[in-house]
Nanobody, 128 residues
């Protein structure tokens, strides 16, 4: 079971980045997927999530209109890739970003304990 995240880096304010996370080892196409972020000394917080079946999405208020989450399931549902497109980045978006997967799929949950599978984290730094 593996969630492999990548795409972080240094970007100037108002710039853009795309994070991606490939999940393998389980039928993650049937799992809800999400992105969380963590500031130094703070708890991990929900950023965006996407439903496994109908493509519903959810966002924390501070990123609405700037971030877009999407997902791709390969043809045999063996692997899933979730993306987070981040536009108009602000210094307060600087954090470590984690992808996560949850088998509880009724709604898009926003709490950390619901998500049983996590990627390794990728650093996003927004600075001039």
């Amino acid at each position: 079971v593996q969630l492999q995240a990548c795409g972080g880096g240094l970007v100037q304010p108002d710039g853009s980045l795309i994070l991606s996370c490939t999940a393998s080892g389980r039928p993650f196409s049937f799992y809800n997927m999400a992105w969380f972020r963590q500031y130094p000394g703070k708890e991990r917080e929900f950023v965006a999530g996407v439903h496994w079946n109908d493509g519903r999405t959810a966002y924390t208020d501070s990123v609405k209109g700037r971030f877009t989450i999407s997902r791709y399931n390969d043809d045999n549902n063996a692997n899933s890739t979730v993306y987070l497109r981040m536009n108009n980045l602000k210094p307060e978006d600087t954090a470590i970003y984690y992808c996560a997967a949850a088998v509880q799929v009724g709604i898009i949950y926003r709490d950390v304990p619901t998500y049983g599978y996590w990627g390794q984290g990728t650093q996003v730094t927004v600075s001039s």
